[in-house]
């Protein structure tokens, strides 16, 4: 066993912490670094929810147990007592015809910066550390950040993000993502007490989550329940409602995000008619100042081998695979990829192989699996925004399990 190992990892996110986790696990030495400032949850004002559901088997190989005993916290609605939730349905959103029910088994809505706080218990995280460059020698690898400091370790691995820095220094124009036809507008609100007890506990609707496509409008939307803060107070409890739309003309896409908050509200409640309920109501309750974020959907259209550096330098999570959301794996594949890379540096650091090899072998499956989602999650996209195409889609075809290599040619044919 080796005593001077050391990983570096660039991005304290849902990715990086579980392999700093996994690392503190195995009593390998590591150091990790945030390009924010501070761990202050100002710092990441925006918050929306994940789903979680095959990812969750993979935890336990980073997780100590007294932090995995805690997964339930991160739970949009910690409240929440049943094992598991009731089918979800996937509806016409200005019908609400069910169009398709999914199986919930093991299927949980959790928050992001719920995750992320739990998921950081007991780490040292170094803030303000935004990465510039890398050396990679046979034996280290020594990282630059743009407040002038280093640092130096046996292992660096990028987890910060689908515009990872570490990617496209790796890769350069062949590491960039690709925008797609689709603008989102993910929000997160409150509402009256009244209105919040409408909107999640009315049994009409979804307890957790309730998604649905609006034909007239090329849309998908979605409520959660994000963060159900105090149970006995619905007024404090915290909605996201996203709605992505199709938009084909760039010039008209550019437009939209270019548009002020207040803009985009006022555009979202001018169609209020063409939805139902719980998504009718929950855009016409939105109140003036709301804040309306606009985001372009991406993806790594064609992924590509990276230079591992002979097993020195690698990616994890939406630094490895930046996928659009629509169908909820991103999450998920990033556990995987953090379990991955802890069981190859526990390897190493057993002597049971040369980092070369792990690393290497790390990255083969990594990318292959990546590439895969991608091409599904693509194919939702255009699946969830049309319901003429909705039957077609991988939803309906595969639901929201971990696909296998023919279900690339089932879903996208």
């Known amino acids: 066993m080796s005593s001077d190992m050391k990983v570096l990892i660039i991005g304290a996110g849902t990715t990086g912490l579980l392999i700093a986790q996994g690392l503190k696990k195995a009593g390998i030495s590591f150091e990790i670094f945030e390009r924010l400032a501070s761990a202050n949850p100002t710092e990441r004002a925006r918050d929306w929810s994940m789903a979680l559901h095959w990812g969750s088997k993979h935890l336990s190989t980073c997780l100590p147990d007294e932090i995995f005993a805690k997964i339930k916290s991160a739970q949009c609605d910690p409240y929440y007592e049943k094992e598991t939730m009731p089918p979800l349905p996937f509806k016409n959103a200005q019908t609400g015809e069910i169009l398709l029910t999914l199986p919930a088994d093991n299927l949980r809505r959790v928050g992001r910066q ?50 990872s820095l570490l990617r496209t220094t790796l890769l350069g124009d062949k590491g960039n993502l690709t925008p797609m036809p689709y603008t989102l507008y993910n929000m997160k609100t409150t509402y009256t007490a009244e209105q919040a007890l409408y909107l999640k506990n009315n049994p009409a609707f979804h307890p957790i989550m309730n998604f649905g496509t609006n034909h007239e409008l090329k849309s998908l939307v979605m409520l959660v329940a994000l963060d159900v803060v105090d149970k006995e107070k619905p007024e404090t409890w915290v909605f996201q409602l996203l709605c992505s739309f199709l938009q084909e003309d760039p010039v008209r896409q550019a437009q939209a995000t270019a548009l002020s908050s207040q803009e985009r509200l006022e555009i979202l409640q ?94 083969l499956e990594v990318l292959e699996r990546g590439k895969l989602e991608i091409s599904i999650s693509a194919a ?24 296998n290599a023919g279900d690339e040619t089932v879903v996208t044919a």
């Not at 939702?380 to 696909?403: E, M, R, Y």
């Open 114 to 163: 719920k995750l992320r706080k739990l998921f950081a218990e007991g780490l040292q995280i170094q803030y303000n550390k935004r990465l510039t460059s890398f050396t990679a020698s046979d034996t280290d690898v020594t990282v630059t950040f743009e407040d002038g400091t280093s640092a130096t370790g046996t292992h660096l691995v990028g987890a910060d993000g689908a515009r």
């Open 270 to 363: 001018s169609n209020v008619e063409l939805w139902t309920d719980p998504w009718k109501s929950a855009i016409k309750w939105l109140t003036e100042g709301t804040e309306v974020p606009a985001d372009i959907c991406t993806l790594w259209k064609d992924p590509v081998q990276w230079d591992n550096h002979h097993g020195r330098v690698t990616i994890a999570g939406d630094s490895a695979h930046p996928m659009p959301p629509h169908r909820g794996q991103g999450l998920n594949n990033a556990i995987q990829d953090a379990a991955n890379y802890v069981k190859a540096i526990r390897n190493i650091n057993e002597g049971k192989i040369s980092s070369e090899e792990a690393i290497s072998a790390y990255d």
């Open 380 to 403: 939702s996209a255009v699946a969830t925004h049309d319901i003429d195409c909705f039957n077609q889609g991988p939803l309906v075809k595969i639901g929201i399990k971990q696909p």
